[in-house]
């Protein structure tokens, strides 16, 4: 755990028991997770289909009790209700009144959420552009299409203002441009001092927006760490692809340092050592070679997440 003055979300040791149907066996669903949250940081929480993403942030939102643990957020115990108006929430299955207007409904969760009258109508058509949806906004919500649902459901959690907000799979039903629209207002969020927990199994999105992220499989933290903290990890070695490099100049990379030729032809993959990539380059280049590219080998999250799964089905075996 990091500094506590600068948690905004803290669970500890927290247990989530279910009990399917009357008289049979709970079924643990959160076995003693523990992780926090600090100010300001986008944070991933990312886990397969059933693995407690959903449950952990319906615990958080109060909507369910925890059987036991201690959960916080802004140093409120998650049972409390006055800071709530700090907090901004999107639900995995948003519903909206499908006869309401994208303007409409924002204009509805704005006054349910106490906005001033004086403020309400700037602080709806500021949302509407954010989530790119003022051409829009007059069409009834039940002509959207799912993604256009989606970005609604996110204005909502927005439309107070609040200084902490949940996502609950943000990018679900959204096409490539909705998607990156999201993550341009996530980045924005977080540039504005506020702090995001988004709940997702896209990986791609949780590594180039979130700073940290937690993985969960089966009810257990697997792993919690900072992107930056093992994009950095690898093997130690470099891709550099080539053109031009004459067949000895090759035969002599693999011999002086030990480099693993993967192409053929003009154009040659070789996997060197990553303390050795200057020298090598430096002696094809001067061979006359073409330098196409050159990649550090990196651990991706894809790669840790499928380490974690892989780990729980071999310890359930």
Known sequence: MTDSEGEVVRIEEVVKDFRPGFGLRRKRVLHGISFSVQRGEIFGFVGPNGAGKTTTLKLLMGLIRATSGKASILGHDVGESAFRREIGFLPENAYFY???????????????????SARRKERVGTLLDWVGLSHAADMRIRTYSKGMAQRVGIAQALVHDPSVVFLDEPMSGLDPIGRKEIRDLILRLRAEGKTVFMNTHILSDVEMVCDRVAIIVEGRIRYEGRIEDFLAEGDGRCDLVLSGVAPEAIQELEEHHGAELRGHGDRVELSVKEKDVSQVLRRVLGQGADVLSVTPHRVSLESIFMDAVREDEEAGK
Do not use: N
């Not at 303007?103 to 704005?110: H, K, N």
């Open 98 to 116: 499908d006869f309401l207007t994208g303007r409409e409904i924002l204009d509805f969760y704005a006054r349910l959420s106490g906005v001033p």
